[in-house]
């Protein structure tokens, strides 16, 4: 079974750290690039950073640059994205995706994904 499995959300302080895990199983995502979305209640999906397949280039959206940073492990069909510094505007359901091939910088947020998580929770709040 195809899936991608996300974990490590929780409830975090503001000025805290959490580190999301994005697990593929069923296919391998050597050739995916990766893509970090969020969507807050009652606001549209965000994307907030990309990986490409390589992991030679990463991009981020400006709510979360300087903040988060995101890697993968191909090794382990993993991938990783460290929030540090989290305020209560991240506060959201957090999903990962894989896309196939390259993606390009200002693009990737709106490319067609092929798989995607089912998404975790996190909450910036004391």
């Known amino acids: 079974q195809v899936q991608l499995v996300e974990s490590g959300g929780g409830l975090v302080q503001p000025g805290g750290s959490l580190r999301l895990s994005c697990a593929a199983s069923?296919?391998?995502?050597?050739?995916?690039?990766i893509g970090w979305f969020r969507q807050a209640p009652g606001k549209e999906r965000e994307g907030i950073s990309c990986?490409?397949?390589?992991?030679?280039?990463?991009y981020y959206a400006d709510s979360v640059k300087g903040r988060f940073t995101l890697s993968r492990d191909n090794a382990k069909n993993t991938n990783y994205l460290q929030m540090n510094s989290l305020k209560p505007e991240d506060t959201a359901v957090y999903y990962c995706?894989?896309?196939?091939?390259?993606?390009?910088?200002?693009?990737?947020?709106?490319?067609?994904?092929?798989?995607w998580g089912q998404g975790t929770q996190v909450t910036v709040s004391s």
């Open positions: 990986i490409s397949s390589s992991g030679g280039s990463t």
């Open positions: 995706a894989a896309i196939w091939g390259p993606v390009v910088a200002g693009t990737w947020a709106a490319a067609p994904y092929d798989y």
């Open positions: 069923g296919f391998t995502l050597d050739y995916y690039a």
